[in-house]
């Protein structure tokens, strides 16, 4: 047996395999969707668009393998996810440049994104104790009572492409800790990374059929949802389809946590430490271009704030150095597709025309070498207002807007007025407009000084608002909560 991995054993002529009941195999007469590297439009990959038939096939693995795998010890479950961390550990960097061949991100922010994926690892492997469930003796004369905590069944993350290694390990590790069996649908953007994890989990000694991998794109998702075997499914992408995910899935009976998009602001008092905040800004509004879920896309400066703002953001934004994401010294890669770069420029068109004064204008951006790369430049606004579809769209690009707000409350009026409540944070030196701020603000993550607030593997992924269909959230303890069932035993021996 080769010890090559299947990217890189992969030829360009055929379909990319699913993993279906732990082998690797590529569905029969199935259409592709192709996979280009957006630094260079190259095709890399194409994968089976599976259809019903193949979902169905390896949903029954799926189901079939729970029987076993749910009656395992978790002590035993998790000295797989033990070795599969050791592995991925290995891999780390083979898997960050595949992160960035297929997504466009620099390596840093690949090796950034890797290193939030293995931390979930960290945290599922403390399910024998997070699963525990309560008890009480004697609710009655010589009655117990105690709670226990079970697996449910199969399970699916449905996943976007701008974390494509992460943002399946906020589901993964938990469903499987659990008891679960889990079936992965990566982005047909970028579905590489997953194959390479699906790889070493295997190799970990998952058993088969207890992680699946399907590409495909939205009749596959479609499969999914309506199998009468999938107990649930974890979905993150756009707001638009998060909600008819969160829709059909509840419809069909089905256990859904569906995170959708974001419109992030970030509110500026004049009191804050300028340098730092800025610095942050500008990473958080450019960094992975502009295609993170926690990117800052407007900035409300406060009071005097506003022209200082503004020179700040420019001088920060204007010397950003864009390209290929594999190279060194490279500060922002491309958008992941033409289509998406299509929409950004319309985006930026639609500023312009609605009046917002264009400070730093990123069309046209050339990058020497990579004529058909997908690159944009940072983009800035100032005299943004809040009727403007700069205030109040998701862009999910690298566009920056400015508006101005004459006091925290008039700020926070600001946030409020979006649709989306991924994030929202504040740069300030005072506790007492920071303490305001986060227990007013109505988002699910909240940056104090932080221009990208993302929660650690033990702290639930937040989301409100639009940007969050469903109760239980990923990572954490309430990831534990949402791939378990709590029974309550109440006995009495006689
Ligand atoms: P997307 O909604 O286009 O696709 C997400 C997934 O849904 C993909 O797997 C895709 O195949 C599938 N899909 C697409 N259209 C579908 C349809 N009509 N029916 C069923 N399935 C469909 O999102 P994307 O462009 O891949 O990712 C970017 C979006 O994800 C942004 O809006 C971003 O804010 C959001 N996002 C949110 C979070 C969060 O935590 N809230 C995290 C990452 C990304």
């Known amino acids: 047996m080769s010890n090559k991995s299947i990217i890189e054993e992969y030829s360009i002529d055929t379909l990319m395999p699913n993993l279906v009941n732990g082998n690797w195999t590529v569905p029969e007469d199935t259409p592709g969707i192709q996979v280009s590297n957006p630094a260079t439009g190259n095709i890399i990959a194409t994968v089976p668009d599976s259809t019903t038939q193949e979902v169905d096939r390896i949903v029954r693995a799926a189901h079939e393998a729970f029987i076993s795998w749910s009656k395992t010890p978790a002590v035993q479950r998790i000295q797989i996810l033990f070795k ?20 466009g991100k620099t390596l840093s922010e690949s090796r950034g994104e890797v290193r939030r994926a293995i931390e979930n690892l960290d945290v599922a492997v403390g399910v024998p104790t997070m699963m525990q469930g309560t ?127 974001a419109k992030n602001y970030l509110v500026v008092m004049p009191d804050a430490e300028m340098e730092p ?97 997908y690159f944009l430049g940072p983009t800035l606004f100032a005299e943004v207002t809040p009727e403007m579809s700069l205030a109040k769209d998701e862009i999910f690009g690298p566009v920056l807007s400015v508006m101005s707000a004459d006091n925290l409350d008039d700020a926070l009026d600001l946030v409020d007025a979006v649709p989306f409540g991924n994030m929202a944070c504040i740069f300030t030196s005072s506790g007492k407009a920071a303490r305001q701020f986060s227990s007013k603000v109505k988002a699910g993550n909240v940056g104090i000084n932080i221009g990208v607030a993302a929660p650690m593997a033990f702290f639930h992924f937040g989301g409100m608002k639009d940007s969050f269909f469903g109760d239980l959230h990923g990572q954490g303890r309430d990831a534990v909560d949402f791939f378990t069932e709590d029974k309550v035993v109440i006995e009495r021996w006689y």
């Open 84 to 103: 599969l961390k050791g592995l991925l550990e290995d891999d780390f960097e083979n898997l960050s440049q595949i992160v960035t061949r297929e997504h």
């Open 135 to 261: 008890n009480l003796e004697d609710v009655a004369s010589g009655i117990d009572e105690y709670a226990v905590r079970q697996p449910l069944g199969v399970f699916a993350a449905i996943a976007p492409f701008n974390f494509p290694a992460m943002v399946p390990m906020w589901f993964l590790p938990y469903a499987i800790a659990c008891g679960n069996t889990f079936l992965v649908k990566p982005s047909e953007q970028a579905p590489l990374s997953q194959v390479r994890i699906a790889e070493l989990a295997t190799q970990a000694g998952l058993p088969n059929g207890v992680l699946s991998l399907v590409h495909g794109g939205r009749s596959t998702v479609e499969a999914i949802l309506d199998h009468p075997l999938i107990t649930g499914a974890s979905f993150v992408g756009s707001t638009p389809v998060a909600k008819s995910v969160y829709e059909r899935g509840t419809q069909n009976g089905k256990r859904m946590q569906c995170q959708g998009g």
């Open 277 to 373: 905040s800025i610095e942050n800004i500008v990473e958080s509004a450019f960094g992975c271009a502009g295609q993170r879920c926690l990117a800052g896309s407007v900035v409300v400066a406060v009071g005097n704030a506003y022209d200082d703002v503004k020179k700040r953001l420019l001088d920060g934004a204007k010397d950003l150095i864009i390209g290929d994401g594999s190279k060194d010294g490279v500060h922002m890669g491309p958008v992941i597709s033409e289509t998406s770069r299509q929409r950004i420029l319309e985006s930026i068109e639609n500023g312009v025309n609605e009046g917002a004064d264009i400070l730093l204008d990123g069309r046209g951006k050339a990058v020497p070498g990579y004529d058909s790369g």
